[in-house]
């Protein structure tokens, strides 16, 4: 790791990364986007198989079925959904666990920081109980007894949650879902060797999937989160680089289970911590924030402000926060944890602890999270971490970016956080939009990939085009690091607006990108624009909203993205997914779904035909709203 990779870097939106990364002794996901440029066809367009020892096979002009006769259609839809499925199961796994530690909390008379939400699920639950531990531990045994439903069993609080014409619409599709993770089982199955070859009926299976992704694993992880960790509050924050301090021992976040770190976040701010770490020549402890956990502490950071540091990066940006040299460990739980990450803890001696058997790193240490030993563990972390810092600081050289980011990143932005700043409604929202000062909505979720234009370039380049059209975007997801990297998100970026949204924001004050924190926040996305279009009395497809996910990386972006269509919304790609062998997907997807759910899949790798495209759909819209 001491040779230089000089410039076979990709490119980024945020070039003093991209300089930075360049600089660097060590090898970052950034150098391998070269190395690994040369891309099977047969992989990108879904047309191999290797499920059985026949295989792999592959579709050719000359050879248009596998050995067991499976076509390019079955295939393709085979392996599309046993990828949503994959990505379903990983948002259940959040969401379980996340009930799991509410329930347990409530039983130990834990802290509930967020009790307008607990109560706010309590109405939705039809749950009556003045005990605010009962309330809370009944609330989890809901979610939980519905996620362990069999699939054949009805799901109760997807009628409860979601919007009704939407679900009269999946009534009528056939697609309401039973228990969260039979559904995952069986989606699973259904993609198996020689069983399921109607790529229509997997692809149904895929919008079923994608409901009780968006209703439990999105919506309700968030709901469940504000309760144990209070409701998010809008707030300027620092973000980028420059948010770590090197006079701390500092631990970097990674993963998505916000309340895995409840107890911990506590306990390095007690005296007993301080202490510690104080005895080790340093100041105290900070948490800097890194991927979707990162994005949700600083959502809530208004309630942390003595421990957390600020959000320094998505996860293609972690490398570059491990490799200043100010990092003492990582604690990760869920994934956007890359792998390469490993080598370069290895060269800085950073510790890596692993609280969830999921995420085990090759090198790192597994410390399973364990609610009834919480306290323990957090003590057993915290020696472990001061004890890094002893052996490691002094002996690797620090490499900052201070300059990096900035200090006044609009955060706090959620369903609730932005209807009290309109005074407690949406019709100040609604008007604006009918007026024409703001022309649409366009959610710019999900990841941050490497090869759609490079590090967050297409996120970035979209999000500019889009407000520059007085479209106001709001964010969700990696995506939103890189996009507040670069600066879109302080009230200063609304001189990048048009200029009705740019009189809108400087009026208000705010910037013309509003963070929403986690890829788990699409389920705030959701939650405002099924109020919006409860206001207007019409079903969600009608709204002049759009959805991007330019930059989606993984098989949970699939499972997101089926929520959306499962909505029926317009879901832009600037990759297509691995589907394009199969003409059957390609126009279920992309035509079809218009006329299913009222959705549809829009691929464009360029920013602005993506833009112009996106547009146009926002002006038909509110064409036939008459606005």
């Given at each position: 790791m001491s040779q230089c990779y000089g410039c076979k870097t990709c490119q980024s939106a945020d070039k003093p990364l991209e300089n930075y990364i360049r600089s660097l002794p060590m090898e970052t996901s950034h150098h391998r986007v070269d190395t690994q440029k040369t891309?099977?066809?047969?992989?990108?367009?879904?047309?191999?198989?290797?499920?059985?020892?026949?295989?792999?096979?592959?579709?050719?002009?000359?050879?248009?079925?596998?050995?067991?006769?499976?076509?390019?259609?079955?295939?393709?839809?085979?392996?599309?959904?046993?990828?949503?499925?994959?990505?379903?199961?990983?948002?259940?796994h959040i969401v379980e666990n996340t009930a799991l530690n509410l329930k347990k909390t409530a039983q130990k008379k834990g802290e509930l920081k967020g009790l307008k939400s607990l109560n706010h699920l309590a109405d939705i639950f039809g749950i009556e109980e003045s005990d605010d531990y009962i309330k809370a531990e009944k609330v989890a045994d809901a979610v939980?007894?519905?996620?362990?439903?069999?699939?054949?069993?009805?799901?109760?609080?997807?009628?409860?949650?979601?919007?009704?014409?939407?679900?009269?619409?999946?009534?009528?599709?056939?697609?309401?879902?039973?228990?969260?993770?039979?559904?995952?089982?069986?989606?699973?199955?259904?993609?198996?060797?020689?069983l399921n070859s109607d790529p229509v009926d997997m692809l149904?299976?895929?919008?079923?999937?994608?409901?009780?992704?968006?209703?439990?694993?999105?919506?309700?992880?968030?709901?469940?989160?504000?309760?144990?960790?209070?409701?998010?509050?809008?707030?300027?924050?620092?973000?980028?680089?420059?948010?770590?301090?090197?006079?701390?021992?500092?631990?970097?976040?990674?993963?998505?289970?916000?309340?895995?770190?409840?107890?911990?976040?506590?306990?390095?701010?007690?005296?007993?911590?301080?202490?510690?770490?104080?005895?080790?020549?340093?100041?105290?402890?900070?948490?800097?924030?890194?991927?979707?956990?990162?994005?949700?502490?600083?959502?809530?950071?208004?309630?942390?402000?003595?421990?957390?540091?600020?959000?320094a990066g998505n996860n293609y940006t972690s490398e570059a926060i491990l490799a200043t040299g100010a990092i003492d460990a990582v604690l990760s739980e869920f994934n956007c944890t890359l792998p390469g990450i490993e080598p370069i803890c290895d060269e800085l001696k950073i510790k890596q602890i692993c609280l969830d058997d999921v995420a085990k790193k090759a090198n790192a240490e597994l410390l399973p999270f364990n609610f009834d030993e919480r306290e323990a563990q957090s003590e057993i972390i915290i020696d472990k971490i001061v004890d890094a810092y002893k052996?490691?600081?002094?002996?690797?050289?620090?490499?900052?970016?201070?300059?990096?980011?900035?200090?006044?990143?609009?955060?706090?932005?959620?369903?609730?956080?932005?209807?009290?700043?309109?005074?407690?409604?949406?019709?100040?929202?609604?008007?604006?939009?009918?007026?024409?000062?703001?022309?649409?909505?366009?959610?710019?979720?999900?990841?941050?990939?490497?090869?759609?234009?490079?590090?967050?370039?297409?996120?970035?380049?979209?999000?500019?085009?889009?407000?520059?059209?007085?479209?106001?975007?709001?964010?969700?997801?990696?995506?939103?690091?890189?996009?507040?990297?670069?600066?879109?998100?302080?009230?200063?970026?609304?001189?990048?607006?048009?200029?009705?949204?740019?009189?809108?924001?400087?009026?208000?004050?705010?910037?013309?990108?509003?963070?929403?924190?986690?890829?788990?926040?699409?389920?705030?996305?959701?939650?405002?624009?099924?109020?919006?279009?409860a206001e207007l009395g019409v079903d969600l497809p009608q709204l002049p909203l759009v959805l991007s996910a330019a930059q989606w990386l993984e098989e949970q972006a699939l499972a997101d993205g089926c929520f959306g269509l499962a909505l029926g919304l317009p879901l832009h790609l600037g990759l297509p997914p691995f589907v394009t062998g199969s003409p059957v997907a390609v126009k279920v997807l992309t035509e079809d779904m218009k006329e299913i759910t009222g959705g549809q899949v829009i691929i464009n790798p360029d920013a602005k035909a993506s833009a112009d495209i996106l547009e146009k759909i926002i002006e038909e819209k509110r064409s036939a709203l008459n606005i």
């Open positions: 891309k099977c066809g047969f992989g990108l367009q879904g047309v191999c198989c290797r499920l059985c020892s026949n295989g792999p096979c592959r579709i050719t002009p000359n050879s248009s079925r596998g050995i067991c006769g499976a076509n390019a259609d079955t295939i393709v839809a085979r392996n599309f959904l046993r990828a949503v499925a994959s990505g379903s199961g990983c948002y259940i939980l007894a519905d996620l362990y439903k069999p699939e054949y069993v009805k799901a109760e609080l997807v009628e409860k949650i979601a919007y009704a014409p939407r679900v009269k619409r999946w009534k009528e599709l056939g697609i309401m879902p039973g228990g969260a993770k039979s559904e995952v089982f069986k989606g699973v199955v259904k993609c198996s060797t020689n149904t299976d895929c919008l079923k999937l994608g409901i009780s992704t968006g209703v439990y694993g999105l919506t309700l992880t968030n709901l469940l989160n504000d309760v144990l960790l209070g409701q998010p509050e809008l707030r300027p924050a620092p973000v980028g680089l420059r948010v770590i301090d090197p006079d701390y021992i500092n631990i970097m976040i990674t993963g998505h289970q916000h309340t895995i770190f409840v107890d911990l976040q506590d306990k390095l701010v007690s005296p007993e911590a301080v202490a510690k770490a104080q005895a080790a020549g340093a100041k105290g402890f900070k948490l800097v924030g890194c991927t979707c956990v990162g994005q949700d502490l600083q959502l809530r950071g208004a309630h942390y402000t003595e421990v957390f540091d600020g959000h052996e490691r600081r002094g002996s690797v050289p620090m490499n900052l970016l201070p300059e990096h980011g900035n200090d006044n990143t609009l955060t706090g932005v959620s369903e609730g956080s932005l209807k009290d700043f309109l005074g407690g409604s949406w019709k100040p929202l609604i008007d604006l939009i009918v007026s024409g000062d703001i022309k649409g909505i366009a959610g710019v979720v999900g990841c941050s990939n490497l090869t759609a234009g490079g590090h967050d370039v297409l996120s970035v380049e979209l999000t500019k085009e889009l407000i520059a059209r007085d479209i106001i975007v709001l964010t969700a997801g990696c995506s939103s690091g890189g996009i507040e990297n670069c600066g879109l998100m302080t009230p200063e970026a609304a001189k990048f607006a048009g200029p009705k949204l740019r009189a809108v924001c400087e009026k208000l004050g705010i910037p013309p990108v509003l963070n929403f924190g986690p890829c788990l926040a699409i389920g705030r996305l959701e939650i405002v624009a099924t109020e919006i279009a």
